[in-house]
């Protein structure tokens, strides 16, 4: 039962009413391992959480966690998972620190520990001025980042986080994956939700992109990157005239497709993006004597990915200003 | 950022080794140490709870008891209508647990309990238990209230306790309609409005006229209505009224609407996992 995977989902389906949902995802998270789950707005991420979390049965397919069935062993399911949803589960008129002993004694911490670990998460979230204050007080991002500790004072063996890091600054952003990446170098096993590609690319291991209600794709992030497309020295030069020059001197033809749409003083040239090989690509334009106005070497997103996948751009939710 | 230096999965440990219902008690106790500092921070209610009781009993007492003290033998009205006050102020306490309720059933605190290892009705035991202990408080200021008005109960120390027996069995037995309501309900107003029958039904018993002053038909229904025996308990217990059978009518009534209520309440309450967020 140890050697089970974290969470092995097969063929989940799930409708509201008539409307389907999802449509036979099949998931797998390894032990220690992080996923990121991505999807456009009403893919099923949520949904997909909830079943695994067992807050949700799923209309078919199956679903372990832990080894443990969702729907018949959920008990035990709940014993090994810890969530934060995607709505704040706190208590407003209690203060921080009641809110995270209620939750630390309710996962069956030890009495022992409870207080040690409660202010450990106090202070990681930068909470611990803020600690004696009723949660009604905080602001949007404190009330997120109690939320977040809320979910971590059990350390679980499977932790589920449904886009944490909406709503907060940057700054409590850092500070989210740094506990994050803390608690998984413990041991835990995370699936986690999020629009933000940079945290995907910043803490998963994997990538699970959900559209349609099924996973289109599933890989690491550097695999991912690598299905739509390669590494590029991109220069960009003055003229058509001197983009033909350097073009011809590259065996490359300047036009749409490089650089900007219909751009035609941009020239993209593939490179494998190692030293050599850009020195290489850099001294042959040198050697033409045309001056670019700026050059760079891109490498493919998880945004092109994710364009490329689903067709809808990424939401870049706006940051909100309410994060303390 | 501080290091996480805490050993990892202790829970686990701990938990591998559970039974369901290990942790029974510690959980209940956990969830009603919430719902009681919940009750406790919301102090609008606590002294609406105790200043709505009051200001009836000055209406009553003062406004109409002139005119019903003529219909009474013996006792005065103050005496005669104590008890009865008593049991609206658990009305309020009541219909303030039903809207608690129904906050945490709608708000998202619930889905993290229920992804606990926790059993779904150790929260509506907290929100009971939460109900008494408030309901004890707010009966003492407002017993305290009548007294500086004149109230003179002549009860023994046995007397008192079983009076305060009667009135927690019947603060638990309406809270856990109040709860069945908060369970049910989608919304605030549904749940307002749903608890102004709790708030209406003691109008219609002995609480603050004899029945025998009513129309026949609302003197059936007073008379064969939960609040009526508890009302005569409490009244007999205190004030030496007759007591007759009412003390064994209030006592299963009280404990049938509290078990009928907490198993709804508990079966309606587990079932909601398949509403989504
Ligand atoms: N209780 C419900 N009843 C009916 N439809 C629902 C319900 N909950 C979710 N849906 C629908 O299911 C779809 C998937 O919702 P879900 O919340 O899983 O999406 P999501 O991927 O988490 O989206 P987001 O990025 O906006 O959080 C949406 O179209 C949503 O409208
Ligand atoms: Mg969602």
């Given at each position: 039962m140890n050697d089970s995977p974290a969470v092995e989902a097969e063929g989940l389906t799930h409708r509201y009413g008539s409307v389907g949902v999802l449509d036979g995802v099949d998931l797998t998270l390894h032990r220690g391992e992080v996923l990121a789950l991505l999807g456009p707005n009403g893919a099923g991420k949520t949904t997909t959480v909830r079943i695994l979390s067992t807050l949700l049965?799923?209309?078919?397919?199956?679903?372990?966690?832990?080894?443990?069935?969702?729907?018949?062993?959920?008990?035990?399911?709940?014993?090994?998972?810890?969530?934060?949803?995607?709505?704040?589960?706190?208590?407003?008129?209690?203060?921080?620190?009641?809110?995270?002993?209620?939750?630390?004694?309710?996962?069956?911490?030890?009495?022992?520990?409870?207080?040690?670990?409660?202010?450990?998460?106090?202070?990681?979230?930068?909470?611990?001025?803020?600690?004696?204050?009723?949660?009604?007080?905080?602001?949007?991002?404190?009330?997120?980042?109690?939320?977040?500790?809320?979910?971590?004072?059990?350390?679980?063996?499977?932790?589920?986080?449904?886009?944490?890091?909406?709503?907060?600054?940057?700054?409590?952003?850092?500070?989210?994956?740094?506990?994050?990446?803390?608690?998984?170098?413990?041991?835990?096993?995370?699936?986690?939700?999020?629009?933000?590609?940079?945290?995907?690319?910043?803490?998963?291991?994997?990538?699970?992109?959900?559209?349609?209600?099924?996973?289109?794709?599933?890989?690491?992030?550097?695999?991912?990157?690598?299905?739509?497309?390669?590494?590029?020295?991109?220069?960009?030069?003055?003229?058509?005239?001197?983009?033909?020059?350097?073009?011809?001197?590259?065996?490359?033809?300047p036009g749409p497709g490089v650089g900007e749409p219909g751009a035609t003083t941009a020239l993209r040239v593939p490179t494998d993006g190692t030293l050599a090989h850009v020195r290489d690509v850099l001294d042959r334009v040198d050697a033409t004597g045309v001056v670019p106005r700026g050059w760079s070497v891109v490498s493919p997103t998880l945004d092109d990915v994710y364009l490329a996948l689903t067709g809808h751009p990424t939401e870049h939710p706006t940051e909100q200003e309410d994060a303390a | 950022m501080t290091t996480l230096a805490t050993a990892p999965r202790a829970r686990t440990a701990a938990a591998s080794s559970a039974r369901p219902g290990a942790h029974l008690a510690a959980d209940v106790w956990t969830m009603v140490r919430r719902c009681v500092l919940l009750v406790s921070r919301d102090v609008d209610s606590l002294v609406m709870g105790v200043a709505l009781p009051v200001m009836l009993m000055v209406v009553f007492v003062y406004v109409f008891g002139g005119a019903i003290q003529a219909g009474l033998d013996g006792t005065t009205y103050l005496n005669y209508v104590t008890p009865g006050i008593v049991l609206l102020c658990a009305g309020f306490g009541a219909a303030n647990t039903a809207l608690a309720v129904q906050q945490d059933v709608a708000g998202g605190i619930v889905d993290r309990f229920r992804s606990m290892p926790v059993t779904a009705w150790t929260l509506l035991v907290g929100h009971v238990v939460a109900s008494v202990v408030k309901n004890l408080v707010t009966t003492g200021v407002v017993v305290g209230v009548a007294y500086l008005m004149g109230f003179r109960p002549d009860a023994t120390l046995a007397e008192w306790l079983g009076a305060v027996g009667i009135i927690v069995l019947w603060v638990v037995a309406i809270t856990w309609a109040a709860t069945f309501v908060g369970v049910v309900v989608r919304s605030v107003d549904a749940a307002s409005a749903a608890t102004f029958v709790m708030l209406f039904v003691p109008y219609v018993s002995s609480a603050f006229v004899p029945p025998q002053t009513m129309p026949a038909l609302l003197r059936g229904f007073a008379e064969h209505q939960p609040v009526t025996p508890v009302i005569e308990t409490i009244r007999g217990l205190l004030t030496g009224t007759e007591l007759g059978t009412s003390p064994v009518l209030a006592v299963v009534w009280c404990v049938g609407i509290a078990t009928v209520f907490a198993v709804l309440a508990g079966v309606v309450f587990g079932r909601r996992r398949h509403r989504a967020g």
């Open positions: 049965e799923p209309t078919g397919g199956r679903a372990r966690v832990a080894g443990f069935d969702v729907v018949r062993e959920a008990r035990r399911v709940r014993e090994v998972i810890s969530v934060t949803g995607q709505s704040a589960a706190v208590d407003d008129k209690l203060t921080g620190r009641e809110n995270l002993v209620t939750m630390a004694r309710l996962a069956h911490l030890p009495r022992a520990e409870v207080r040690a670990r409660v202010d450990e998460l106090l202070d990681a979230f930068d909470l611990a001025s803020a600690a004696g204050r009723r949660v009604g007080t905080y602001s949007g991002g404190m009330r997120r980042r109690l939320d977040l500790a809320a979910g971590l004072v059990a350390r679980p063996r499977v932790l589920f986080l449904d886009e944490p890091s909406t709503g907060l600054d940057p700054r409590a952003r850092q500070d989210l994956w740094d506990v994050v990446r803390d608690v998984v170098a413990q041991g835990t096993s995370l699936l986690l939700t999020t629009q933000y590609l940079e945290e995907a690319d910043q803490l998963a291991d994997r990538v699970a992109v959900l559209d349609g209600g099924r996973v289109v794709a599933d890989g690491t992030p550097a695999a991912l990157k690598a299905r739509v497309g390669e590494a590029a020295v991109e220069l960009d030069l003055a003229t058509a005239d001197d983009a033909a020059r350097v073009g011809s001197a590259l065996g490359l033809v | -």
